[in-house]
């Protein structure tokens, strides 16, 4: 989302922070493999792009990653949070910004 952002404002956005993101396509897993064939042709791979976003091993890489301990990931504490307790205040932030 704050990729889109910048680039529908890109005057407006000064610094972005990037936190447990792959921003760089040496850093994508064959995961996207299936994701990009789908930009290409979304007729063709639409299904198994489902299949690739429901899978275990696709909730397993969005949620912990390649963490070599995955039993300290903590759903609690990841941030999301926010979306639960400040919704008014976010939606308020994001059209202001993309309104201006």
């Not at 529908?8 to 921003?23: D, L, Y």
């Not at 040496?26 to 899978?55: C, M, P, V």
């Not at 504490?77 to 979306?83: K, M, N, P, Q, S």
Request: hydrophobic fraction near 40%.
């Amino acid at each position: 989302m704050g990729f889109r952002m910048a680039i529908a404002g890109p005057g407006k956005v000064e610094r972005m922070i990037i936190q447990n993101a792959v921003a760089h396509e040496e850093g994508l897993s064959a995961l996207w493999d299936i994701r990009k064939a789908y930009w290409q042709d979304r007729a063709t791979h639409e299904d198994e792009l489902r299949a690739n976003f429901t899978s275990l091993e696709a909730t397993k890489q969005r949620h912990i990653g390649t963490t070599p301990h995955p039993e300290r990931i903590n759903p609690d504490t990841c941030g999301h949070f926010a979306l639960d307790e400040a919704t008014d205040q976010i939606e308020a932030h994001m059209l202001s910004f993309l309104n201006a």
